[in-house]
């Protein structure tokens, strides 16, 4: 036998006893096996990816809720101890940097924009509040958020 030939056959007695030649046995992987771990892989990034994009919008509206609240419970504690905002408040709406500027709340400019880029709105009806637009940035909206 050739030096190549006798490293792939082996011998290996049957059940007679015979002396048989058999291949050795195959390592790796097939191309089937390659496929199948390969789609489960594709299909696995797929949700991490999708359950990714659902956390961190439900992240932005919790933080956008959270600022709300926040900037209300400032203008709050601040209507409090003046006494009231006076009769600028008529028009219904008042703009949250020019409250920013005379009630001195110490927010910074990027307060006043929610996670999407827009602008809040404080707004009088029937109590204070104040609104985002949402994620879609259009007022009327279901997305909008609200906090009394």
Same mark, same amino acid.
């Given at each position: =036998? ?5 490293? %792939? ?9 015979? %002396? ?8 790796? @992987? ?17 949700? %991490?990816? /999708?359950?990714?994009?659902?956390? =961190? ?13 926040? =900037?209300?419970?400032? @203008?709050?504690?601040? =209507?409090?101890? %003046? ?19 005379? /009630?001195?709340?110490?927010?910074? $400019? ?8 827009? $602008?809040? /709105? ?10 985002? /637009? ?15």
């Amino acid at each position: =036998m050739s030096a190549i030939y006798s490293r %792939t056959l082996r011998t290996a007695p049957d059940a007679v006893g015979r %002396t048989r030649v058999t291949r050795p046995a195959r390592r790796g @992987f097939t191309l089937i096996e390659l496929l199948v771990v390969m789609t489960i892989m594709v299909i696995l990034t797929g949700l %991490t990816v /999708a359950a990714t994009r659902w956390a =961190m919008q439900w992240a932005e509206l919790r933080r956008a809720r959270t600022e709300m609240s926040t =900037m209300l419970t400032e @203008f709050a504690e601040w =209507m409090v101890k %003046t006494g009231g905002y006076g009769d600028s408040v008529a028009a219904g709406s008042i703009s949250l940097r020019q409250v920013n500027r005379e /009630a001195r709340l110490e927010f910074d $400019d990027k307060a006043f924009t929610d996670p999407w880029g827009n $602008d809040y /709105a404080l707004a009088y009806r029937n109590g204070w509040e104040i609104r985002s /637009a949402g994620p879609d940035g259009a007022w009327g909206t279901p997305d909008d958020l609200v906090v009394r």
